[in-house]
């Protein structure tokens, strides 16, 4: 009895080990397992009595629980920028090869989490010792002293970001999230979280989040850049809570018999910003004549909202972001480490500091979208998003338009399915010719979960 004792708390610590990752407030329908035989002790491990799509491997004991998943997506995309749809290029890609691994342990007041996305082939823009890769996607540790309150530690997807980067990229109801998320979402970093329920009376809910990161996402690793990034999110839920998680994916499968709705406000403090958006950390690194480091502030602030009713569903979403800079920069950093005053001998401090917001997403978007799932469960849905750059900023808004149309088939909910897609990107104006607009794309994409 000793030695399967030893073996959960051995598979515990291998989980440990290999990664942490998010599962944050996912919906996932778990099969009924077996009840362990009279007269055996509650120590032993078990399988699952049966497998359900989606479920992974799970083992059990009165201990706690440990469980292995699979997940893929592979996509084709056909695209051209010409008006008259010449010149066609393609692309097959593995969008997401993910291996997720949690464990539940003590009643499961603490959980271990750890994903990897085992096709990531991102390549830094920085070098040297501020190089990194995203293959360890998420690593933390949770604990739930009750149902209603969480605290967590390690790398995850943050809360404050837009709602639709809070959704699994499997449970999308688009094959991409929107420019708008990707131009002001960091979504992964390191830091301390947490997470809080409650009802203010009747049906009305309030949800809370707090997070202390550092807003150098998964470059902290080696180094966290400036200071750290604080932030916040309250969401508003007057009927209630969503059925079956419907919270945390985009099309209505639940088929939400009243009406279900949340609101939220976000808002994040990066003290020190080392990068475009905080994805980054360690790109741009300046400081004062006596080369102390100096970084800018960066902050965001947005709402969303999510609507679903009988197979209808609506979300939208509002983010800006601002900076505020040093008044002594004197220069910045190169990779090496070496110190570069030369082009900022001849600055005023006003072009230095516009030197410096050229660097950092600034500006606003607007994410608009919604669908109708039909009971043979072929869903379609469109979305709108719009960005609008400040006049001194990175250049994050090539395409400052986007529309799009989505067919999806549910062949078991979020663990097999297949969208189609069809859009158009536009271009902003300044980049428009007589011959070439934007960016007309279809793609095709199959989910499946094991």
């Not at 009279?38 to 083992?59: A, M, R, V």
């Not at 009713?309 to 505020?324: D, E, P």
């Not at 849905?381 to 250049?395: K, P």
């Amino acid at each position: 009895m000793h030695k399967k004792k030893g073996l959960l708390i051995l598979l515990s610590v291998l989980v440990c080990h290999l990664a942490m990752a998010q599962n944050d407030e996912r919906y996932k329908e778990y099969s009924k397992e077996d009840d362990i035989a009279p007269g055996l002790s509650n120590n032993i491990l078990k399988l699952k009595k049966s497998y359900k799509l989606g479920d992974g491997i799970t083992l059990r004991s009165s201990a706690g629980s440990f469980n292995v998943s699979q997940s893929l997506q592979t996509s084709f995309l056909v695209n051209t920028a010409n008006k008259d749809l010449t010149n066609m290029s393609s692309t097959f890609n593995l969008t997401r090869a993910r291996l997720s691994i949690s464990s539940n342990l003590f009643d499961s007041k603490w959980s271990i989490y750890g994903r990897l996305n085992l096709p990531a082939n991102y390549q830094s823009v920085t070098s040297g010792n501020r190089s990194f890769n995203t293959v360890l996607q998420e690593a933390y540790v949770e604990y739930r002293p009750s149902i209603t309150h969480s605290f967590s530690a390690g790398l995850r997807a943050d809360y404050i970001d837009s709602r639709e980067t809070r959704i699994e990229g499997e449970s999308l109801g688009f094959i991409n999230r929107s420019i708008v998320s990707s131009s002001f979402d960091a979504i992964f970093d390191y830091g301390f979280r947490y997470k809080g329920i409650y009802r203010l009376g009747g049906k009305n809910l309030l949800k809370s989040y707090l997070s202390v990161t550092t807003g150098d996402s998964r470059a902290s690793l080696q180094k966290n850049y400036g200071g750290f990034k604080y932030g916040v999110r309250l969401d508003y839920l007057p009927f209630d809570k969503f059925s079956k998680g419907g919270e945390f994916y985009m099309d209505d499968l639940a088929r939400e018999e009243k009406p279900k709705l949340v609101i939220g406000v976000v808002y994040s403090y990066n003290n020190g910003a080392s990068s475009a958006l905080g994805t980054n950390g360690g790109r741009y690194i300046y400081g004062d004549s006596l080369q102390n480091e100096l970084l800018p502030n960066y902050s965001k602030m947005g709402s969303d909202f999510l609507f679903k009713y009988n197979g209808w569903y609506a979300m939208g979403s509002y983010f800006i972001t601002k900076a505020t800079v040093p008044d002594n920069i004197a220069g910045e950093f190169r990779l090496n480490g070496s110190f570069n005053t030369g082009p900022y001998t001849t600055m005023t401090s006003d072009k230095i500091k516009d030197t410096v917001r050229t660097r950092l997403n600034l500006g606003n978007g607007i994410n608009m979208q919604g669908g109708y799932l039909f009971p043979c469960n072929w869903a379609v849905s469109g979305r709108y998003s719009v960005l609008t750059e400040d006049n001194i900023s990175n250049n994050f808004a090539d395409y400052n338009k986007s529309y799009s149309v989505v067919f999806t088939k549910y062949l078991s909910g979020h663990n097999l399915k297949i969208q189609t897609e069809i859009g158009f990107d536009e271009f902003k104006n300044a980049l428009k010719t007589a011959t070439q607009k934007g960016n007309y794309y279809s793609q095709l994409m199959v989910t499946v979960q094991l």
